[in-house]
T-cell receptor, first 110, second 110 residues
Framework: NAGVTQTPKFRVLKTGQSMTLLCAQDMNHEYMYWYRQDPGMGLRLIHYSVGEGTTAKGEVPDGYNVSRLKKQNFLLGLESAAPSQTSVYFC?????????FGSGTRLTVV | DAKTTQPTSMDCAEGRAANLPCNHSTISGNEYVYWYRQIHSQGPQYIIHGLKNNETNEMASLIITEDRKSSTLILPHATLRDTAVYYCIALGDTGNQFYFGTGTSLTVIP
């Protein structure tokens, strides 16, 4: 039982490049979330999904898109990366018993 | 989900009990109080949760006031490895949104 797996763990992008962060969970959870965490700050919700085929905006959605084509996967896309998107990205899935987080993706945009 | 407020930072001497307070005055009847902690840049880790009764597990104890407007997480014998940011959150069963806030940065002092 792997829980929540995020790939990649590290990435450096040039401004304007695009990329997709993958989150996979094997716990059959309905709810999945993408957060970003900047140095010294708390977690801020980017987008979330309450089930396969559904997505919704969180607190800081601008510059990101998401898709939930399969229940176990939640993808976060950056179409045109900006230095302001340098951050650590955490994916989480949730059931009634609470959250399970991935180990994070450290993204640097130069 | 109800918003929560926590002190920004706290110190605790090694071996002593660490008592971390949380206010959740707008919590609704079906929302649980959850505690998570985040060590360095790792993903947040589940500690404990409760509805209205006090709870204890191998990591900590959770004391919830009778009116459920506040709670206290107790780490009975703090160690250096307990230095982390502790998040208190109120979680219902809809999964529609979830805000962590900035948490309490606990420093355990030798």
């Amino acid at each position: 039982n792997a829980g929540v797996t995020q790939t990649p763990k590290f990435r450096v992008l040039k401004t304007g490049q695009s990329m997709t962060l993958l989150c996979a969970q094997d716990m059959n959870h309905e709810y999945m979330y993408w957060y970003r965490q900047d140095p010294g700050m708390g977690l801020r919700l980017i987008h979330y999904s309450v089930g396969e085929g559904t997505t919704a905006k969180g607190e800081v959605p601008d510059g990101y898109n998401v898709s939930r084509l399969k229940k176990q996967n939640f993808l976060l896309g950056l179409e045109s990366a900006a230095p302001s998107q340098t951050s650590v990205y955490f994916c989480a899935s949730r059931t009634w018993g609470g959250y399970t987080f991935g180990s994070g993706t450290r993204l640097t945009v130069v | 989900d109800a918003k929560t407020t926590q002190p920004t930072s706290m110190d605790c001497a090694e071996g002593r009990a660490a008592n971390l307070p949380c206010n959740h005055s707008t919590i609704s009847g079906n929302e649980y109080v959850y505690w998570y902690r985040q060590i360095h840049s790792q993903g947040p880790q589940y500690i404990i949760h409760g509805l209205k009764n006090n709870e204890t597990n191998e990591m900590a104890s959770l004391i919830i006031t009778e009116d459920r407007k506040s709670s206290t997480l107790i780490l009975p014998h703090a160690t250096l490895r307990d230095t982390a940011v502790y998040y208190c959150i109120a979680l219902g069963d809809t999964g529609n949104q979830f805000y962590f806030g900035t948490g309490t940065s606990l420093t355990v002092i030798p």
